[in-house]
């Protein structure tokens, strides 16, 4: 495995459970939940850092974004029982397509 691919994983997980502490910050105001959500921020950023001396930016950028949509997208769903329409559904659909468009066809040079 890639060691950049390795950092993207830690960065998107640490992305995607800081997004998801949001909720349980309540504006910021509850420190325990603020601390993580910020910690959790600082170290998706850094291990983004790291992932783009390995994989070049338009694609580490681009898995981060859409895989951090999708998984906070079905913890909304799944865990904080948020519901969803067929516009949002479609919606990562073509965010999955793009993706995989970036991966296969462009170019890392």
Do not use: D, R
């Not at 993207?8 to 502490?21: D, F, N, P, W």
């Not at 325990?32 to 390995?54: D, E």
């Not at 906070?72 to 769903?77: A, K, M, R, Y």
């Amino acid at each position: 495995m890639n060691l950049g691919y390795l950092f993207l994983a830690i960065a998107i997980v640490s992305e995607v459970t800081g997004s998801s502490l949001i909720k349980y910050t309540e504006g910021f105001t509850k420190p325990l939940p603020s601390m993580f959500c910020m910690a959790l921020f600082g170290l998706a950023i850094f291990m983004l850092s790291k992932t783009v001396n390995y994989i070049p930016l338009y694609i580490a950028y681009a898995l981060w974004g859409a895989l951090g949509i999708i998984l906070v997208t079905l913890i909304s769903i799944f865990v904080m029982k948020e519901s969803v329409n067929i516009a949002t559904i479609l919606g990562l659909f073509f965010i999955v397509i793009g993706v995989v468009l970036v991966n296969i066809y462009g170019s890392s040079h």
